[in-house]
């Protein structure tokens, strides 16, 4: 898989989690913020926290700030 899809599949797996699959698949603004946040970290995802929650809570407050 391209490293492009494995960003853009982490960030969205992150808001399916907060959110619910069927909610997010059919978020358009979620989408380009998964793809803008992949875009400005080179499609690296090289979040270092210990836990699946934090990740959740980075994420939604990346999106809150991106959205405000």
């Known amino acids: 898989m391209k490293k492009e899809h494995q960003c853009w599949n982490f ?10 699959v069927s909610k997010i698949k059919s978020n358009e603004k979620i989408h380009s913020f998964a793809l803008e946040w992949c875009d400005d970290h ?6 270092h926290l210990d836990d699946l929650r934090k990740v959740d809570a980075y994420f939604k407050q990346q999106y809150e700030s991106w959205e405000g």
């Open 11 to 20: 960030v969205m797996s992150s808001f399916a989690r907060i959110h619910g």
């Open 42 to 47: 080179n499609y690296v995802c090289d979040i």
